[in-house]
Nanobody, 121 residues
Framework: QVQLVESGGGLVQAGGSLTLSCAASGTIFSINTMGWYRQVPGKPRELVAVSESGGTPNYADSVKGRFTISRDVARNTVYLQMNTLEPEDTGVYYC???????????????WGQGTQVTVSS
């Protein structure tokens, strides 16, 4: 009943930019955190950036100063602006959200299907 749909991935040259979007839809009462994670083959999924409602965004050290996470609360959407991309940024980027579907529901974590980002050198 909740769906997270990412968009904006693709192929870009090193030094270029991409913006990822993730929209949450369905039965949603409240969203706390929304974030972006990255996974490459053979490695665990790692945090890239996370935005907590009313809090300061957190970033992986490797992307600080280059990536910016932002949210459109009214649209239940989170964005990841990625600048000065490096080949090491290549991977599948997953969006996630911690949300409640009703006032009495428990917080649950939902994931998107992932979008591929490839940075060529």
């Amino acid at each position: 009943q909740v769906q997270l749909v990412e968009s904006g991935g693709g192929l870009v040259q090193a030094g270029g930019s991409l913006t990822l979007s993730c929209a949450a839809s369905g039965t949603i009462f409240s969203i706390n955190t929304m974030g972006w994670y990255r996974q490459v083959p053979g490695k665990p999924r790692e945090l890239v950036a996370v935005s907590e409602s009313g809090g300061t965004p957190n970033y992986a050290d490797s992307v600080k100063g280059r990536f910016t996470i932002s949210r459109d609360v009214a649209r239940n959407t989170v964005y990841l602006q990625m600048n000065t991309l490096e080949p090491e940024d290549t991977g599948v980027y997953y969006c996630n959200a911690d949300l409640m579907q009703s006032r009495r529901a428990l917080w649950r974590t939902y994931w998107g299907q992932g979008t591929q980002v490839t940075v060529s050198s």
